[in-house]
């Protein structure tokens, strides 16, 4: 009986976590126009160029795109700086950030057009507009 339950937990909790999953459902990129959020931004670092993002496009640092941890890929957001005002559009082609507090990996190119890349970090907001 122990060698027929476990496959059934398996299947359960595949089923559980496959249900639990953030990830926005094809169609649904217009649902998300309007959406906002504030938090920090960081930049891709240069070992990244070239390699493959979550999307499946390589990643190039001159390009404007982003990393969000769920709007569809291919939205297009309006990241602007609170410090100083400095607004870029990119397009989200790539998951993450994963850490707390940041709300968007942005590449090297829409960084530096909005902020100094030695600070590392930028107090944003972002707004999907298309």
Request: proline residues 4%; charged residues 20%; positive net charge.
């Amino acid at each position: 009986m122990q060698a027929t339950v476990r496959p059934v937990l398996l299947l359960l909790l595949f089923a559980v976590i496959s249900a639990c999953s953030t990830a926005p459902k094809p169609g649904s990129a217009g649902k998300w126009v309007g959406h906002k959020e504030a938090g920090q931004a960081s930049y891709y670092a240069d070992r990244f160029q070239n390699r493959k993002t979550a999307s499946g496009e390589l990643y190039k640092a001159g390009r404007k795109t982003a990393a969000h941890r769920t709007l569809p890929f291919g939205s297009q957001v309006k990241v602007t700086n609170v410090r100083n005002g400095k607004s870029v559009v990119v397009r989200i082609n790539d998951r993450g950030p994963f850490v707390r507090g940041r709300v968007i990996d942005l590449s090297r190119s829409a960084f530096a057009s909005i902020g100094d890349v030695s600070a590392g970090l930028l107090n944003v907001r972002i707004e999907v507009i298309r």
